[in-house]
């Protein structure tokens, strides 16, 4: 095991997406020293993963985080390519310095603060930022009888596009975005079978994802006021009608069906009674923290959290966790959500360490 080239670093940011690229601005206005360790081959985060046809739902304008916005695109909402490119400009505009990659292992207690491990190297810090997010933990709910299924199952995580299934039988299950972008999609070529715990909840046309970040903070100031405000319904998870999902509405496509009771061999049974013979099954049931670098210090809960006062870990108080959701800050785990808890987290970062810089 060798340590990394300088003894030790002020912080160290786990993680190589936006948010640990927001973080990563914020630490350069101050007099802190500080390395993002990334697990990916190249910059880009989590959208590296995102499947081909995958599209934000906000404008780029609406889609940037701090110090440089996204360049416009001519049509349309970005493209995972677009925001993969910007995160790549943006990381060579500030020459952040970013090891990679570097799958961290463990965090651990030391002395004088924290080491953070990968399988042959460790890096000493004062205090850890973990950022890296939920796309390498997907969560598939447990469904009686999945092991004798002899079809295909995969998460969205591994989704890339719909020509592997044309002409099969497939079931999207999961009532958010990515469910229905790739229901609209997978439908075009497949006899599909959309699958949600409830009544999809689908925002007006002209809703996107500028209206919903507004009601996210409108909602947040609200709280820190103790105010209470009756707004329209929509929230993050709400299902957006970007283009795709417009047209295979059209095509009358978006219609769900309640759960399954059980899988067979051959598909599922379901609570009638009547079997539907199934290929695939694409699961759209999202994430969990990616957090199992943190088991070592002891602070993950039961629901696979840490508990934070704002970002701030309650019970290591050398460490921060920004961008996992609404638990780390409201709207943290989007592109333009992330800027106000990386701002606050790299402020108490600085007062706790005694940087005398204003981040």
Not at 21 to 45: C, H, K, M, N
């Amino acid at each position: 095991m060798t340590p990394s080239p300088s003894d030790q670093r002020d912080v160290v940011i786990i993680g190589g997406g936006q948010s640990a690229l927001a973080v990563a601005y914020f630490l350069r206005r101050t007099q802190l020293s500080f390395v993002i360790l990334d697990a990916e081959e190249e910059p880009g985060g989590a959208w590296r993963h995102g499947w081909n046809s995958l599209r934000l739902f906000s404008p780029s304008t609406w889609s940037s985080i701090p110090g440089w916005m996204m360049p416009p695109v001519q049509e349309g909402y970005p493209t995972r390519n677009h925001v993969i490119d910007y995160l790549n400009q943006y990381e060579q505009r500030y020459q952040f310095p970013v090891e990679r990659p570097v799958r961290v292992t463990a965090v651990e207690r030391t002395e004088i603060g924290l080491r953070v491990r990968s399988d042959d190297r460790y890096w000493d810090a004062r205090v850890v930022i973990s950022a890296t997010g939920t796309w390498s933990s997907p969560y598939i709910p447990h469904y009686p009888d999945a092991e004798l299924f002899a079809g295909r199952q995969l998460h969205s995580a591994n989704y890339v596009d719909a020509q592997a299934f044309a002409g099969k039988k497939v079931l999207v299950v999961g009532g958010g975005n990515s469910g229905a972008q790739i229901l609209a999609e997978v439908s075009k070529v497949a006899e599909t079978t959309w699958v949600t715990p409830a009544e999809p909840v689908f925002l007006p046309d002209d809703v996107d994802g500028r209206v919903l970040f507004e009601r996210a903070t409108q909602r947040l100031k609200a709280q820190q006021e103790g105010r209470v405000i009756d707004q329209p319904v929509g929230g993050l998870g709400d299902i957006v009608m970007v283009p795709p999902v417009l047209e295979a509405r059209e095509r009358d496509a978006l219609k769900s069906v309640r759960p399954f009771e059980h899988f067979t061999r051959d598909g599922v049974m379901w609570a009638d009674g009547s079997e539907s013979a199934v290929d695939v099954v694409i699961w759209c049931t999202g994430f969990r923290p990616a957090l199992q670098h943190l088991d070592s210090l002891g602070v993950i809960d039961t629901e696979g959290r840490v508990e934070v006062d704002g970002t701030h870990s309650i019970q290591e108080p050398r460490l921060w966790l920004v961008g996992y959701g609404e638990w780390t800050g409201s709207a943290s785990a989007t592109l333009i959500g992330v800027t106000r808890t990386a701002r606050s987290t790299v402020n108490e970062i600085a007062t706790y360490l005694g940087d005398p810089s204003v981040a």
